[in-house]
């Protein structure tokens, strides 16, 4: 295929679009890949919509190659599967929805485990029908708050989901790791750098997950890893190493001080450090992370009533809300306002102390860091007083452990080696093993080898495709333009003519031919331009080859460019097709 | 590519689903081709997706042949450009509407006419520039008061629409030109039985347009032609040939007679032909084509007043609403009701003459075939009274012609040669000169040869490709099941293992291999079922060539069925791949 530059719909643009902030956003408007239609709706131009086929390309190859069928349900649902597993609600702001002529409650798809769990139920009944892995490339659509940098993150986006059903667990989990080594492929195909994270499932439901993360400083996840041991993970899903306990006895007892005006961990650092007697006790400098924070909120799971939460942290931290929302999910939390705290006096803000919180049955969750022996600086439950030497497991308890601690650089790999240290990254996979949650909800059995219904399990993979656009420009750019991959290029060779001699018009015409014939995808660029135009383009378009029919075209030689190293170099005309070929 | 049945996501049906009234819509979803989801909505399972992939590649193949360049534009749309031609409006209860999380108003694209005028204005600026075709292959939406047929007539359904974009009407006729040459490659290729008919452009404005109907008995669309001469027409577009007018010198004056108990014409024949001076004067017994019907009706254009409209038709006619409808266009229409009567008391019913709308400045129009000379039995305004020999031309005028009486099988064809007949298809493609409806709407200009704006003249053209699938599907099949042709279907050959034996098993799974390695898509029936069972199944899935593995391996022959013609033969099993391949 030879695509002419003089025909193509495509005009690039030398300024940066008003609205664009990231690198791969302005690229791709300013080489005409994309145009904006609405907030995070777009519109792909040809070049862009090759790139994207090409990427649909290999997701579909690979996964074919794990025995995943192609099917392609509907983008716009009636309301009730989405009733039956309650998302209709659960997706809040997020779900575009809509009614019919005849008042009808419909929905745009968001991803379709309750259509793909049916269209099972509707044709196999049997576990020698399992396992079986489906999947769709498909318009997907999400309300987003803040859809953002293009394709990105976009309100209309394609994506590949795939939905794998078992009847037993362990056939989950094959069906789970053929899905995790197909990605890798997927991702490794398209030159991407990324990481493979231990996820929370959020409102997906469900246990094991992961995410793949694509490294990018502009990267809405925060992950840590551990750069010894190749250990990765949500921040979300870190869990903390808890010490080993230390000896009680010998202890100190513990004591209140009056501490006038410390209602905050550094006015009460101050305060320790300023008493010798505090310091001695210790036999060094107080730290933050020698007192412990009680932060006070409430909880309540889907239709019950809300819940008071103490949780007790090291005050060197603070509390990352994500990391708290996912500890406590499907509960949701708030934080405690001037009227909570007003109805129950027994809290005393800036004081609150282990104490009160037993006295008066709130529940009450420790980091895993207070573990049995360790000494804390701590609320006495009264205005400007605190306890010190309040010892874990001597002088207090609690109802358990949460992961509502910030992680930090530095903090210590949960995999016992090495320690973490925080980066960014976009997702671009995404997979669950989700259970029974949505079979359950369908009642989606299957007749086992006893011809007694076993309820099938499942799991849902997601790769959002036309966002891999955006991820594969943000990793592989400079500052002149894209530069793709050879999986994703909108064509294998770029041939500009930079010479207005006919006879090299001419054989530039020929090398386009031979290219073509040779099975390559051809750019020619035709146009009556000055080759320094020609030359911007080129680089901003991205093909990974430029061929350039210059002034050498007199001397019987073409250049050959390597978009990626900025590499080029002279060859004789006539083996410029054997060379790319 | 070997598709095991073993393994395929596919469960054929015995029996008709008890929604389906029409052969290709119980026949895709009994071979397991679709499923539905909700009233027009519907699931594209492997065999039915691979359809409906084939048929994309020959619409992408043509459309690119001719120069057309493929985008995407989102589904979800903003209402703004909609706004601005007003089919935010006009669409009325077709039109899917719904609203964003910041209560912004947004439709899902029904077609883009809009959304590609703003692209091209987006980019050029140039006659230089043009002329330019842009496609895409995309979900459309419109929420169909009567959804029907499965994928005949749906609600998310996938479209091949394009768009030209010329400087002149003469390039704008020529993009045509091209688009109706592609259709009819496209079609052909498809092996579809089809018409093209002249047809109103409707709700989408602008002139020339013709429509590729499918023949079907099933289809919707009424049309006529003249086997004579080729001729073909949508009933809306038929135009009737006017007779010569006739000499008005010597014909008998205009008569009033007491004709009680005649409202209707069949009582005003019945009457004529009772009395003999009636008779006498015409010298022939007086049929329904002697009187003249005169119907009332009110008329409206966008935003403007009702007003009174009178159609006088040979009494031997009805009216066609639907070419009433199109001859008013952009006004719409509605019947008189008591009300309007009551308040206009020189309209007498039954009894309308052309007097009383004269007298009453009535706007007055007349079927073409009612021309000067030509004598009429008539009302004569007041109750049981009628004209006798009222000579149009003599008697009374009009204020023009319109076609709105039936058109029928016998008329004379309007190209002057033989006579219509009537027949009904199905919609497969719409080719429309817009004109500049749409670039008026959007002041889209380019600058011209002389630097001065002129405004782009834009073609609209669209193939139903989902609809496609069922209408090859309409046309292909016999009553044992589908019988695709090349182009569309699922596989090239199915081998069908009709023999335990371990053998016969290992052969048939040679000969799908090198079928494979010929690069011929194949279905491999290994199931465990019995050879009625696989017969039955190949017949009702339908590729083209069956090739059967049974009694016959032991003889060192295999079965070749063609599923069109219904033909068996026995070859050779090692001649097998080089017969087909």
Same mark, same amino acid.
């Given at each position: 295929?030879?695509?002419?530059?003089?025909?193509?719909?495509?005009?690039?643009?030398?300024?940066?679009?008003?609205?664009?902030?990231?690198?791969?956003?302005?690229?791709?408007?300013?080489?005409?890949?994309?145009?904006?239609?609405?907030?995070?709706?777009?519109?792909?131009?040809?070049?862009?919509?090759?790139?994207?086929?090409?990427?649909?390309?290999?997701?579909?190859?690979?996964?074919?190659?794990?025995?995943?069928?192609?099917?392609?349900?509907?983008?716009?649902?009636?309301?009730?599967?989405?009733?039956?597993?309650?998302?209709?609600?659960?997706?809040?702001?997020?779900?575009?929805?809509?009614?019919?002529?005849?008042?009808?409650?419909?929905?745009?798809?968001?991803?379709?485990?309750?259509?793909?769990?049916?269209?099972?139920?509707?044709?196999?009944?049997?576990?020698?029908?399992?396992?079986?892995?489906?999947?769709?490339?498909?318009?997907?659509?999400?309300?987003?708050?803040?859809?953002?940098?293009?394709?990105?993150?976009?309100?209309?986006?394609?994506?590949?989901?795939?939905?794998?059903?078992?009847?037993?667990?362990?056939?989950?989990?094959?069906?789970?790791?053929?899905?995790?080594?197909?990605?890798?492929?997927?991702?490794?195909?398209?030159?991407?750098?990324?990481?493979?994270?231990?996820?929370?499932?959020?409102?997906?439901?469900?246990?094991?997950?992961?995410?793949?993360?694509?490294?990018?400083?502009?990267?809405?996840?925060?992950?840590?890893?551990?750069?010894?041991?190749?250990?990765?993970?949500?921040?979300?899903?870190?869990?903390?190493?808890?010490?080993?306990?230390?000896?009680?006895?010998?202890?100190?007892?513990?004591?209140?001080?009056?501490?006038?005006?410390?209602?905050?961990?550094?006015?009460?650092?101050?305060?320790?450090?300023?008493?010798?007697?505090?310091?001695?006790?210790?036999?060094?400098?107080?730290?933050?992370?020698?007192?412990?924070?009680?932060?006070?909120?409430?909880?309540?799971?889907?239709?019950?009533?809300?819940?008071?939460?103490?949780?007790?942290?090291?005050?060197?931290?603070?509390?990352?809300?994500?990391?708290?929302?996912?500890?406590?999910?499907?509960?949701?939390?708030?934080?405690?306002?001037?009227?909570?705290?007003?109805?129950?006096?027994?809290?005393?803000?800036?004081?609150?102390?282990?104490?009160?919180?037993?006295?008066?049955?709130?529940?009450?969750?420790?980091?895993?860091?207070?573990?049995?022996?360790?000494?804390?600086?701590?609320?006495?439950?009264?205005?400007?007083?605190?306890?010190?030497?309040?010892?874990?497991?001597?002088?207090?308890?609690?109802?358990?452990?949460?992961?509502?601690?910030?992680?930090?650089?530095?903090?210590?790999?949960?995999?016992?080696?090495?320690?973490?240290?925080?980066?960014?990254?976009?997702? &671009?996979?995404?997979?669950?093993?989700?259970?029974?949650?949505?079979?359950?909800?369908?009642?989606?059995?299957?007749?086992?080898?006893?011809?007694?219904?076993?309820?099938?399990?499942?799991?849902?993979?997601?790769?959002?495709?036309?966002?891999?656009?955006?991820?594969?420009?943000?990793?592989?750019?400079?500052?002149?333009?894209?530069?793709?991959?050879?999986?994703?290029?909108?064509?294998?060779?770029?041939?500009?003519?930079?010479?207005?001699?006919?006879?090299?018009?001419?054989?530039?015409?020929?090398?386009?031919?031979?290219?073509?014939?040779?099975?390559?995808?051809?750019?020619?660029?035709?146009?009556?331009?000055?080759?320094?135009?020609?030359?911007?383009?080129?680089?901003?378009?991205?093909?990974?080859?430029?061929?350039?029919?210059?002034?050498?075209?007199?001397?019987?030689?073409?250049? &050959?460019?390597?978009?990626?190293?900025?590499?080029?170099?002279?060859?004789?005309?006539?083996?410029?097709?054997?060379?790319?070929?």
């Amino acid at each position: 295929m030879i695509t002419r530059l003089s025909h193509l719909f495509l005009r690039t643009l030398r300024e940066d679009p008003a609205d664009a902030e990231v690198p791969s956003h302005k690229l791709l408007v300013r080489a005409g890949y994309i145009r904006r239609v609405a907030p995070g709706i777009y519109s792909w131009l040809p070049l862009g919509l090759r790139v994207l086929r090409e990427v649909e390309r290999v997701v579909r190859e690979e996964m074919d190659a794990i025995g995943a069928q192609e099917i392609s349900l509907p983008a716009l649902i009636p309301r009730e599967p989405y009733e039956a597993t309650g998302r209709w609600t659960e997706y809040g702001d997020g779900l575009f929805r809509l009614k019919d002529r005849k008042n009808a409650d419909y929905l745009l798809g968001p991803t379709h485990e309750e259509l793909f769990a049916l269209t099972v139920k509707g044709e196999y009944s049997s576990y020698k029908d399992l396992p079986v892995i489906l999947y769709q490339v498909q318009n997907k659509y999400r309300d987003e708050e803040r859809p953002r940098a293009g394709i990105l993150r976009g309100r209309e986006f394609i994506m590949k989901d795939s939905y794998s059903f078992d009847v037993t667990d362990e056939g989950l989990a094959e069906s789970y790791q053929r899905h995790r080594a197909a990605y890798q492929r997927i991702f490794d195909r398209l030159g991407l750098r990324y990481v493979i994270v231990t996820a929370t499932s959020g409102a997906m439901g469900g246990s094991a997950s992961e995410e793949f993360l694509a490294e990018s400083t502009i990267g809405e996840d925060t992950y840590v890893r551990s750069p010894e041991t190749g250990y990765a993970a949500n921040v979300e899903a870190v869990t903390t190493p808890a010490p080993e306990p230390l000896p009680i006895d010998g202890l100190p007892e513990a004591t209140v001080f009056d501490t006038p005006g410390t209602p905050t961990i550094a006015t009460l650092v101050d305060w320790a450090n300023s008493r010798e007697e505090v310091v001695e006790r210790l036999g060094r400098p107080v730290t933050a992370a020698d007192t412990l924070k009680n932060v006070l909120v409430k909880t309540r799971l889907p239709g019950k009533e809300w819940e008071l939460l103490a949780v007790g942290i090291p005050g060197d931290r603070d509390v990352d809300e994500k990391r708290l929302e996912a500890s406590l999910a499907p509960a949701e939390f708030a934080m405690l306002d001037d009227t909570d705290f007003a109805a129950r006096p027994f809290l005393v803000k800036g004081y609150i102390g282990p104490r009160a919180l037993r006295d008066n049955k709130v529940r009450y969750l420790l980091d895993p860091r207070v573990v049995p022996g360790t000494r804390w600086i701590t609320g006495a439950d009264a205005p400007g007083k605190h306890v010190v030497d309040l010892v874990a497991g001597r002088d207090f308890e609690a109802d358990g452990t949460i992961e509502a601690a910030e992680v930090r650089d530095g903090d210590p790999s949960p995999d016992g080696e090495g320690t973490l240290v925080a980066a960014r990254g976009i997702e &671009i996979g995404h997979i669950f093993q989700l259970g029974r949650k949505y079979t359950n909800a369908f009642d989606l059995d299957v007749l086992d080898v006893n011809g007694k219904p076993a309820r099938v399990t499942m799991g849902s993979y997601g790769i959002g495709v036309s966002r891999l656009v955006a991820v594969i420009a943000e990793q592989m750019h400079d500052d002149k333009g894209l530069r793709w991959p050879a999986e994703a290029t909108p064509a294998d060779v770029h041939v500009v003519i930079a010479n207005k001699d006919e006879q090299a018009r001419t054989g530039a015409e020929s090398i386009a031919a031979q290219l073509d014939d040779a099975g390559l995808r051809v750019i020619l660029d035709d146009r009556k331009a000055s080759p320094g135009v020609k030359f911007k383009d080129a680089e901003l378009i991205g093909v990974p080859t430029i061929v350039v029919v210059g002034r050498g075209w007199a001397n019987g030689v073409v250049e &050959i460019r390597d978009r990626v190293t900025g590499e080029a170099r002279e060859v004789p005309a006539g083996t410029v097709v054997e060379e790319l070929a």
